[in-house]
Every structure is written in structure tokens, then in C-alpha cells.
């Protein structure tokens, strides 16, 4: 290939914000071996027409460190490239014109100071003086953000390639990639129309593309794209220092643009569009204004900012950007191939996400792991049927709009339901379950017991009683959409427990909890050992972990054992209850369908897998069994609340990838062991709370103080209807795990935290004494 080399260490496609990125910091880590392929011109995908918007506050703790990485990173990278990137610091109003938008704005301030970020609160007349071309008719306050900024994206991507070359990186324009060949299971080269570039590893940051690459080698990325629009008017004597603003309510954002404005819309269903509907040679052109997907927008946006109404238009800009079933990005290893990586997927948001994310994937190459939990991010949150070209194309519609709206605990998205069922639905669905949806799957949250027309708060009242069911009778609770994976062959038990040392192996236990380690000891899936014989293992996990287990597999079974997914093949139910041992006993002796019962020291519960087609007749039998036992069936917000309570850990919250296996029973490690820890590893503890916190319902991302300083997070939180206390379960810096006081920030306000004993620590301690 011309002006480029037959093999590199690392390929990165696609020559946007997130491959320029992944180049530059690749580099810094000391890889000099990066080829970059982009088939047009630097930044000519999706990334030339991003507003280059910064929002520098985010609710999300890991997305706020990520754009404040970036607001860092931008005048550093301006300064080392010596290019102007056109970054301004112009400050952003958010305003609203909502009651409960109003309330949730107010308790800002507080969480920016112990972030460090300032965040002010503003009446409608000091709206106005900050934001001069807004009516602030009918508005009810504001925020101000003086921290938020702009980039020009094309001069940004431009300075990043600028400092990655001259450490290093090739970077090749104009350079088409055909396919990825890989074999064994293992990233070999990247076929271009111009040759082969061996490699042994590639970065995939092709953006909405991304996914039409991947089919290319029989895989699939969560990934679709939607067309995005925003309006751009003539100058008409807009000033330059205008800051930027944004409105949940309105679905609006915008900000001056030389003179003029942008104005933005989050859109309703949104549109979606294929990249084979693409100009092949996207970069020279758009796709066409729709003002009838616009209109319901602008007239808004007319009303807001009366300029508008008589303002010169210069277009409606029309861009398709990638999205993916939840919102968020997709960063990490791609399941299906070693050396696989994905750095796409923004849903808009890639000029202020880039920057960190080229970061993280950069040390998971080179260190083995980001030095985040990154775990909401990553690829394999996602299963293999949310890839499904239809499920997505109807899911990405409802994605702009959704993170506008402020919802109920309960409240799903409406878009690409029922594609997977439990063999228990339609029983639930009887008893009026409010489902959710997760990786697919219908999963019921909580039921109605009776009360078919729910207001207001009578949910908490629901999950309460089936949370005392659980403590005074029996509950039950459908847990069939766990992801299951028999393990079969020759030395199949000692294998595993050789590999991921489950806990509590040596006591009477029957389900194991089964922490998944990845090369440097990090808990890469949490998994539960249900049966095991010499010869054959189940491993489940919950939903969330579908792709991760089957990776996980993939990745370290011996070729001499087998796995086989057997989610659909049983059904799986959940008995807690002081009452549940009689009533399983009843079943036994009264002939119900034949099950397996395993019980479960640490979640306190008796799990019980059966044949698919025996579920409902199970479930039946045991309802009507059970009302002499004082059974309840209940959903996931019950199941959350009681391993809150007894201060089980889940993946994905207080368990990832920064998870050491040994930080399981909730002690804090020694200074002199923590200093020890690999550099990815925040070293941090979990730990149980309980906090007087009058706030009902659940709760997560709670900062956690000690003198007024950020020391930890809340990770779940819960106070249910007749609790003396609200109950939680966190992470907390490993040098604080005995210092007190310590206090809670919830909705704004600071209340008293105490560290307390939970049931599931104390049982890991006995078992190890």
C-alpha cells in the first residue's frame, strides 16, 4: 500500500474525534506503532457538522470526570499542536419552565461545589441578563454553568493528529477499509482496497459505520443511525461572548454562531436512516431539511428567543449521528474476537466524550484496563439480539427525546418491546407486573396486587409489602431472564473453581457467588454456581451480564470443555421468606413439576431452576400452595431493596472491572496493600450505610462527604414506606472506611451517614474465620 505500512501494532479506522483521540493517546502511552485509516478526509464523517458544544456538568459521575477530562485536554492539546481549536469558555444557561424540573435544578449548586465544579441558580430576570436573547415569560429559573465551553470539532481533530504524528502515529486520508480478517477467534489484519495491513490489534471509530464493518467479519455492534438536525440563521448582530443554553423541556440547545444562532431540537421520534440510504461519498453533502420533523421545535424555539421570528435563515442542517439502545456510547473489547476494540456510538455527545474516551481505551490496550470503571459504557452491557437491525432502527427513534423527560422509577422506553419473554409473563402480566426491559428481556419491576389503577407513590406501598412478604412469609420472584451457561466435560468443576475461586466453596452453600477474573485479578462478571458435578457446571448472572459471561467463556474455557447458553432451556425462580423451606417441601410432597432447589448463603434465598415448559405449572402450584404460607409474588424493585438491605453487591454498581475479588466482604484494605494495587485500580472500598434521609423510593450516585470533601459515592440507596432509616451500599475511599462522621448529599441536601455491619459482610467474615 502506498504511503502506508503492511503491519502495524494498532489499526484505528475512522479519522473522527474518537480515532484521533485513541491515535494521540496511544502514543502518549508509549505506542509508536498506530496506523490510522480514514476513507475521506480527517473529521468528514459525523464529526465536521457536532456544534463542538461542552456541557461540563453531568448527573452521571463517570461522564462528568469524562468531559471534565476533556475540558482539560483541549487547551493542552491547542497548546502542544500550537493550532487555534476555537475553544471558548462562554458559560451555558439551563432553564426551565417545569415545577419538578425547577425543583431538581435547585439542588445543583451543592453537588457542582463538592464535585468542584460552580453552578448557579437564576431567577427568570437574571435568565434574561445572562441569556439576552431569551423571553423569560413563563419560565421559573434557571441554572448558570460558567464553566461550559465550545470547540471548533474539524481544528480539533486537526490539532490531535498533529501532536499524534509527531509522536509517532501514521495517519492515512483517503485510505477505504474493505474488512476485518479475523481468525481463530483472534484480530489478524484490516483488508483495505489498496492491500492488507497486518495488525494485532484494531480500534474500531468508524462511527455510524462502525457496525457495517464489523458484519463484515460476522459481528454486530448496538449501533444505528438517526438524522439530526439544527438551524442556523445569518448574523444578525448576535454577541460572540453569547453563552450557550439548553432546555430538557423544550427538547431545545444552541448557541451563537458568527453573529447568528444555532438552535437544536431533542426530538420525539426521531428519524432513523440507514447507512446504505448514504451518499457513498457522505462528506460532500447532507442529507435533506425536513421542517415538518423541525416545525413542532421551532415554533418553541420562536417563542423562547422572539429574534428568531424575523431572523434571516441560512439552513437546516441535516446529519445523521450514530445511536445506541441506551444513550450511551460504546467503549471497549467487541465480544466475539480478541483484540477487537470499539470507540463510537456518542449519541451526540463525541466532542465532549472523545477525549476521555480515546484515553481509556488506550490503557486498556496497553495496561490491560482503563483507569475508570467504565462499565455503563461498555460493548458488552449489550446482547446479541439488541444488534438486531430492527430492533434498533425502532429503539434509536425514541433515544433524543427519552433523555429529556423526567420519569417515573417505573417508567421504560415504549419502543422495541416484547422481544424477549420470560415463560412466566403472562402470570405476572395477571397479576399486573409493570415491566421493564433489560437486554430484551421483559423483566417485571413490581406488581400491582390487586390495585389495577396505581397513583402517585402506591407503588413504594406495592414494593413494600412484597419486600415484607419476604421477611414474614414467602416471596417470589421470577428470575428466568438470568443469563445461564452450562460448562460440560472432563475436570469441568475443578477447572472453574480453580480459575474464579467461588465463595463460601467450603460451606453448605448451594449457589456459589462466582467472581469472574480478568488478567490483572479485576471482576469482569459476577456469576452465580448453581449445580456442579465433576463433569457439568451452571453458571447464571443477571441479565445485565449476558455478553460479558459468554465472553468471559469464550475467552478462558479449555478447548476440552464445552459451554452451551441455556437461558431459554429453564426457568428460574426466587423463594425468600422464613416460610419458604415448608412450602417447598409441600411441593415436593404433593407432586409439583420436578425442580431443582439450591440454596444461597449469602443472598439468604433458596433458587430454584426448572424446564422451560414446567414453569407456569411450577408457578401456579406454588401460588396455590402458598396462601396458607403468606406468599407474595414481587419484582426486581423488591429483589433491589432486600440486597440492599442485607448489603449483597451487584455488578455494574458496586462491582466492575476496578473490583478486586478480595474487596468482596467489605473491608478496607491496608494503606500498605492498597498502595499495591495496579494503577487502574481506584482503590476504594465497599461499605453499607444507613442514613436518616427522609427521601422514599430508591437512589443512586449520592455523593458521600467527610468535611465537606467528596470521599465516596452512593451507589443504591433505598427507604421504603414504615423504614426507621434509609439503607445504601457504596464505595468509599479505602483510607476513609473508618473515619466518621460522614454525610450524604441527597437531592441537595446534606444528612448524617453511618457505615453499618450488613448480613452479607458478617456471613464472608464467619466463613472466613
Not at 116 to 129: F, K
Not at 145 to 162: I, K, L, Y
Not at 566 to 592: D, K, M, S, Y
Request: net charge negative; hydrophobic share 40%; proline share 6%.
Amino acid at each position: 500500500m502506498r504511503g502506508a505500512p503492511s503491519s502495524a501494532r494498532v489499526v484505528i479506522i475512522g479519522g473522527g474525534i474518537g480515532g484521533v483521540s485513541a491515535a494521540y493517546h496511544l502514543t502518549m502511552l508509549g505506542v509508536a506503532d498506530v496506523t490510522l485509516l480514514e476513507r475521506g478526509a480527517l473529521s468528514s464523517g459525523t464529526t465536521w457538522h457536532s456544534t463542538g458544544n461542552m456541557e461540563t456538568y453531568r448527573a452521571d459521575p463517570l461522564i462528568f470526570e469524562m468531559v471534565r477530562y476533556a475540558a482539560r485536554t483541549y487547551p493542552q492539546i491547542a497548546e502542544e499542536s500550537g493550532r487555534d481549536i476555537g475553544w471558548r469558555v462562554v458559560g451555558r444557561v439551563m432553564y426551565t419552565d417545569q415545577e419538578e424540573r425547577w425543583e431538581q435544578l435547585q439542588t445543583l449548586p451543592e453537588l457542582g461545589r463538592v464535585r468542584g465544579i460552580d453552578i448557579e441558580v437564576l431567577a427568570p430576570s437574571a435568565i434574561a441578563l445572562r441569556l439576552p436573547i431569551i423571553s423569560p415569560d413563563g419560565l421559573l429559573g434557571g441554572i448558570w454553568v460558567p464553566s461550559d465551553a465550545r470547540v471548533n470539532p474539524t481544528d480539533a481533530v486537526s490539532a490531535f493528529a498533529h501532536a499524534a504524528r509527531a509522536r509517532g502515529a501514521v495517519i492515512r486520508e483517503r485510505c477505504a477499509v474493505a474488512g476485518i480478517d479475523i481468525q481463530g477467534g483472534t484480530v489478524r489484519a484490516v483488508l483495505t482496497s489498496a492491500g492488507e495491513i497486518a495488525c494485532d490489534v484494531i480500534v474500531l471509530a468508524a462511527g455510524l459505520w462502525s457496525a457495517d464493518l464489523l458484519r463484515s467479519c460476522g459481528l454486530r455492534l448496538p449501533l444505528h443511525a438517526l438524522e439530526h438536525q439544527y438551524l442556523i440563521t445569518q448574523p444578525f448582530g448576535v454577541s460572540r461572548d453569547l453563552p450557550l443554553f439548553l432546555s430538557f423541556d423544550d427538547q431545545l440547545y444552541g448557541r451563537e454562531e458568527v453573529g447568528g444562532l444555532i438552535v437544536g431540537s431533542l426530538d420525539d421520534q426521531a428519524i432513523p436512516v440507514a447507512t446504505t440510504d448514504l451518499p457513498r461519498d457522505f462528506a460532500s453533502c447532507l442529507l435533506s431539511e425536513r421542517w415538518e420533523q423541525f416545525e413542532p421545535y421551532m415554533s418553541t424555539a420562536m417563542r423562547r428567543f422572539p429574534a428568531l421570528e424575523t431572523a434571516p435563515i441560512k439552513m437546516l442542517l441535516n446529519g445523521p449521528e450514530s445511536f445506541t439502545p441506551d444513550g450511551q456510547m460504546l467503549l471497549g473489547p467487541v465480544p466475539g474476537a480478541s483484540g477487537l476494540y470499539a470507540v463510537c456510538g456518542f449519541n451526540s455527545n463525541g466532542m465532549a466524550l472523545a477525549p476521555a474516551a480515546g484515553r481509556y481505551i488506550a490503557e486498556w490496550i496497553v495496561e490491560g484496563a482503563p483507569s475508570a470503571d467504565v462499565s455503563t459504557l461498555d460493548v458488552r452491557r449489550f446482547s446479541n439480539i439488541q444488534c438486531d437491525p430492527a430492533y434498533l432502527r425502532e429503539r434509536v427513534t425514541e433515544i433524543p427525546g427519552y433523555q429529556c423527560r423526567i420519569r417515573r422509577p417505573d417508567e421504560d422506553y415504549r419502543t422495541a418491546r416484547d422481544v424477549r419473554r420470560s415463560p412466566l409473563h403472562d402470570e405476572l402480566a395477571r397479576e399486573g407486573a409493570r415491566f421493564s426491559q433489560v437486554n430484551g428481556w421483559e423483566r417485571a419491576l413490581w406488581l400491582e396486587h390487586g390495585v389495577r389503577e396505581p397513583r402517585g407513590e402506591l407503588w413504594l406501598e406495592a414494593v413494600a409489602d412484597e419486600v415484607r412478604a419476604a421477611e414474614d412469609g414467602v416471596l417470589l420472584i421470577d428470575r428466568s431472564t438470568d443469563v445461564k451457561y452450562g460448562i460440560r466435560g472432563g475436570g469441568a468443576r475443578v477447572w472453574l473453581e480453580k480459575t474464579a475461586r467461588p465463595l463460601l466453596a467450603g460451606c453448605a452453600s448451594d449457589a456459589l457467588l462466582v467472581p469472574l477474573p480478568g488478567a490483572r485479578g479485576q471482576i469482569e462478571a459476577l456469576a452465580r454456581l448453581l449445580a456442579r458435578t465433576d463433569d457439568r457446571c451452571l453458571l447464571t448472572a443477571s441479565p445485565e451480564q449476558d455478553a460479558r459471561l459468554g465472553e468471559w467463556l469464550r475467552r478462558h474455557v479449555p478447548a476440552h470443555l464445552q459451554t452451551v447458553d441455556r437461558t431459554a432451556a429453564f426457568a428460574c425462580v426466587e423463594v425468600r421468606g422464613p416460610r419458604r423451606a415448608a412450602l417447598l417441601e409441600q411441593a415436593v410432597a404433593e407432586n409439583a413439576p420436578q425442580f431443582e432447589r439450591h440454596e444461597d448463603a449469602l443472598t439468604g434465598s433458596t433458587l430454584i431452576t426448572v424446564a422451560a415448559q414446567s414453569a407456569v405449572h411450577l408457578w401456579q402450584r406454588l401460588r396455590e400452595l402458598g396462601t396458607q404460607f403468606g406468599l407474595t409474588a414481587g419484582g426486581h424493585f423488591a429483589e433491589e431493596a432486600l440486597r440492599t438491605v442485607r448489603g449483597a453487591p451487584a455488578f455494574a454498581r458496586e462491582i466492575g472491572p476496578s473490583t478486586l475479588a478480595s474487596e468482596l466482604a467489605c473491608t478496607a484494605l491496608p494503606p500498605e496493600q492498597a498502595a499495591t494495587l495496579p494503577r487502574t485500580h481506584r482503590t476504594l472500598t465497599l461499605a453499607a450505610f444507613a442514613s436518616p434521609a427522609p427521601l422514599l423510593g430508591f437512589g443512586a450516585r449520592d455523593a458521600i462527604l467527610h468535611q465537606g470533601r467528596l470521599v465516596g459515592e452512593i451507589v443504591s440507596r433505598v427507604r421504603l414506606p414504615g423504614w426507621p432509616a434509609a439503607l445504601a451500599l457504596g464505595r468509599l475511599q479505602t483510607n476513609r472506611a473508618t473515619t466518621a462522621p460522614l454525610e450524604t448529599l441527597i437531592a441537595g441536601k446534606r444528612w448524617p451517614l453511618a457505615i453499618r455491619t450488613s448480613v452479607w459482610q458478617s456471613i464472608l467474615e464467619q466463613t472466613r474465620a
